[in-house]
């Protein structure tokens, strides 16, 4: 079992910038990639973010150039770097982790990002 703790979200206006973390807990040693997904009101959960033990990355176009996920020195946290920031960033963020130990997909409780205009 893993454990994901998210925190760092926050009202933010436009252009601004913010700083995600995830911390993960339990047995990480099985957790082969990690990232961050949002969700707006009404609308479904998009990956934003994800990045490989082996350091490989992937982004939504939307985010690119703009977002930076990285790993900690102790590899079982994650941080989502978001600058310039847009209204259309506003939603609930969640951090996510998959181990390929057991198959499963694992979840933080999310953290709300909100942009204003």
């Known amino acids: 079992q893993v454990q994901l703790v998210e925190s760092g979200g926050d009202l933010v206006q436009a252009g601004g910038s913010l700083r995600l973390s995830c911390a993960a807990s339990?047995?990480?040693?099985?957790?082969?990639?990690m990232g961050w997904y949002r969700q707006a009101p009404g609308k479904q959960r998009d990956m934003v973010a994800t990045?490989?033990?082996?350091?490989?990355?992937n982004y939504a176009d939307s985010v690119k150039g703009r977002f930076t996920i990285s790993t900690g020195n102790a590899k079982n946290t994650i941080y989502l770097q978001m600058n310039n920031l847009k209204p259309d960033d506003t939603a609930v963020y969640y951090c996510?982790?998959?181990?390929?130990?057991?198959?499963?997909?694992?979840w933080g409780q999310g953290t709300q990002v909100t942009v204003s205009s």
């Open positions: 996510y982790a998959y181990s390929d130990y057991d198959f499963s997909d694992y």
């Open positions: 990045i490989t033990t082996g350091g490989s990355t």
């Open positions: 339990g047995s990480v040693f099985t957790i082969n990639l």
